[in-house]
């Protein structure tokens, strides 16, 4: 066993447990282990869209979307921090974003909407299709405009990740991958043991971060029902380099984004209740189909491959950030669902600030997991 002992265990190796990871450790937590059952990057290496957009509804009082803000403001920073420390470059790009309307109700809706997203940001707008069709050309004839958002992001998820855990390991901290964590041993109300499929590891804090399986792990591990589910996504990729789309395209909930090597992302479907990471057949007609009437040049391009993955979703749609409910030294993360990527930046920060007694720099009380975590009775310990 290589890490039979460490000040913080992070049970789950997805992108939210190695950004707090990483930010314990740049607050000088270098005893920290990253526990991942399978590869590290969990979801995230699957979301190459990456994309960087306001969650919730966008209003100000939303306290989703003022988190999702308040990562997005911190990308600049924490990747040039990561790129130095690694020598891996996220690709963060400031490609702004069009939310496309073709019939006269999407326009409606658009339009209703843009207030919103312009408390946040004035120079977002909308542009009819004449403006539409300079600031994109490939876009097909038939949207009538679209509201430009210039604030929104994209970065390479995976390499993200990548950063992340580069940055991590040459800092001090270690990332068990092909570790399950089966169970835990505790004194009262304290984990002072995790077990798992490569021995013991004696610890002082534990996070879990372990995604859509917080579920499961909740009642196994901690006697507690923890309400996060999985909510399966679809994306489809492409290679494309004649083409050339200098936004990330929006219709509904469904988006299409080319990466600087020319590939494009088009996701995602929202599937509820299912742990089955396969693309399935409607997932991939119904995401083609929308890729083609948005930029008609895609039936061009070359099929690259369909994936799927699991996204955290809580039972109240919120994020849980904070405290184990009945645990003094066990915290929660996780129920990002379709934002993860984008809070991944901000949930680091303000979990490494909870673990280390200081205030964090967000309000985390629309996230506080007691709303929704309750005790369960008594704790099994084998997963
Ligand atoms: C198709 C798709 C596209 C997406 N696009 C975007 C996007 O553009 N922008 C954005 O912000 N978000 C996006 N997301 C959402 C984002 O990917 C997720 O919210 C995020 O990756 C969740 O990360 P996580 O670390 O919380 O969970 P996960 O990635 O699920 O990581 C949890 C990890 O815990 C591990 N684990 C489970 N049980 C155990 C155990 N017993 N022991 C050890 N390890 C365990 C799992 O193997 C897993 O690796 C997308 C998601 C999908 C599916």
């Not at 679809?234 to 936004?247: I, M, S, T, V």
């Not at 993860?340 to 205030?359: D, F, H, K, N, P």
Request: hydrophobic residues 45%; contains cysteine; neutral net charge.
């Amino acid at each position: 066993m290589t890490a039979a002992r460490a000040t913080v265990a992070v049970i789950g190796g997805g992108i939210t447990g190695l950004a707090i990871a990483f930010q314990l450790l740049t607050r000088g937590v270098h005893d920290v282990v990253v526990l991942e059952r399978g590869q590290m990057g969990g979801q995230a290496m699957i979301a190459y869209a990456g994309l960087l957009s306001i969650p919730g509804t966008g209003r100000l009082d939303d306290p989703l979307s003022s988190l999702g803000m308040a990562s997005l403001a911190r990308f600049p920073d924490l990747v040039a921090d990561l790129r130095e420390r690694s020598g891996v470059d996220p690709e963060l790009r400031p490609t702004g974003a069009l939310y496309l309307a073709m019939t006269a109700d999407e326009e409606a809706a658009l339009r209703a909407w843009l207030p919103t997203l312009q408390a946040y940001d004035a120079r977002c707008r909308w542009v009819d299709q004449y403006e539409l069709r300079e600031l994109e050309p490939a876009v097909s004839p038939l949207f009538r405009g679209a509201v430009l958002a210039p604030f929104e992001w994209q970065v390479l998820s995976p390499r993200l990740v990548q950063a992340y855990a580069r940055a991590l390991v040459l800092g001090g901290g270690r990332i068990l991958e092909g570790t399950e964590v089966t169970g835990v041993e505790a004194h009262g109300d304290q984990v002072v043991g995790i077990d798992t499929s490569a021995g013991r590891i004696a610890v002082e804090r534990v996070v879990l971060a372990a995604g859509a399986w917080c579920g499961v792990l909740g009642p196994r591990l901690f006697g507690v029902d923890v309400p996060v589910g999985p909510l399966r996504g679809q994306l489809l990729r492409f290679e494309a380099r004649e083409l050339r789309l200098r936004h990330s395209l929006y219709r509904g909930e469904l988006y299409i984004a080319q990466k600087a090597d020319g590939t494009v992302a088009i996701g995602s479907t929202e599937e509820a209740a299912t742990f089955d990471r396969r693309p399935t057949g409607a997932g991939v007609r119904s995401l083609a189909t929308f890729a083609t009437d948005t930029v008609p040049a895609l039936e061009h391009a070359v099929f690259l491959e369909a994936l799927a993955g699991l996204r955290p979703l809580a039972s109240d749609g919120l994020p849980l950030l904070g405290q184990l409910p009945g645990w003094r030294n066990v915290w929660i993360a996780a129920g990002h669902a379709r934002n993860g990527v984008l809070l991944s930046t901000i949930t680091g920060v303000v979990m490494a600030e909870c673990i280390l007694g200081a205030t964090p720099t967000v309000d985390l009380h629309p996230f506080d997991p007691a709303r929704l975590v309750r005790r369960y009775g008594a704790r099994d310990r084998s997963a």
